[in-house]
């Protein structure tokens, strides 16, 4: 029971850390920072992968690296996914070496994460503090839900899931959403984009799930105690963000 309480006093603390760091970020709201933290968080969830996919390549981080330099001038950082899947089938037609879980590598987390800047770049911080109040929501909505009357198992990636949990949490961030919607958007917008950005942030987490039980661990990482790591916290957001920056372009 002490070990309980302690790991879930640790859990809280790092999680009131990480929401005033978010907080902070979003007032500051600077292109540069902005920048530097999705780019820091990408180098460490590309560290985190390569255990989840079993491999042990390297050259992904250079040409990651080149590729993040570039989004902090290019307009549409999206698009430099498919330039740099490009590169490596360029190599990987010339050398027939070059290891092909670097596709997957930037397929999740890198592709994931150039959606979250881009959102960022045309929607604004707001719009990323939109995605966390959906995201959290749904987690939070489908834990209490879940616990409190789940029956119904909702998939054999994660037992722990119930339709139950899932529906409720869809109607907690379906609620959040429309309240703290971002500007210019109709009722009817923010409850669409609100219910689909919430049931990608389901599927992330359930995604995040299959691969480490393909790989057979607990947590993608350990760099937040009581978390796991930066793939265990984020899983929801890669999903629900890159769905966001699609509708909303629709949308809007």
Do not use: Q
Not at 51 to 75: H, R
Not at 107 to 116: E, I, K, N, Q, W
């Amino acid at each position: 029971m002490t070990e309980i309480i302690k790991s879930s006093g640790t859990r809280i603390k790092t999680g009131v850390i990480l929401i005033l760091a978010v907080l902070l970020i979003g007032y500051i709201d600077s292109f540069f920072i902005m920048w530097l933290l999705f780019g820091g968080l990408l180098v460490i969830s590309i560290s985190e992968s390569k255990k989840l996919y079993k491999t042990e390549i390297d050259f992904v981080y250079l040409y990651t690296g080149v590729l993040w330099f570039v989004a902090y001038f290019y307009p549409n950082p999206e698009d430099l996914i498919f330039v740099l899947a490009i590169v490596y089938a360029s190599v990987l037609a010339y050398k027939k070496s070059i290891d092909t879980k670097a596709f997957l590598i930037l397929l999740y987390p890198t592709a994931s994460f150039l959606f979250l800047f881009s959102l960022y770049i045309e929607y604004g911080v707001m719009s990323l503090l939109w995605l966390l109040v959906i995201v959290a929501g749904a987690d939070i909505g489908a834990y209490f839900v879940g616990r409190s009357m789940g029956k119904t198992k909702f998939c054999e990636t994660s037992p722990n899931k119930t339709i139950e949990g899932v529906i409720g949490g869809l109607v907690v961030a379906i609620i959040l959403g429309t309240i703290f919607s971002i500007d210019n958007l109709s009722t009817f917008g923010a409850i669409v984009i609100s219910l689909i950005v919430a049931l990608a942030s389901v599927f992330g987490d359930l995604f995040e799930s299959y691969l480490k039980r393909e790989a057979e661990v607990k947590d993608s990482g350990d760099i937040l105690p009581g978390h796991g790591g930066i793939l265990d916290r984020t899983d929801g957001y890669l999903f629900g963000g890159v769905i966001m920056l699609v509708l909303l372009r629709a949308i809007m």
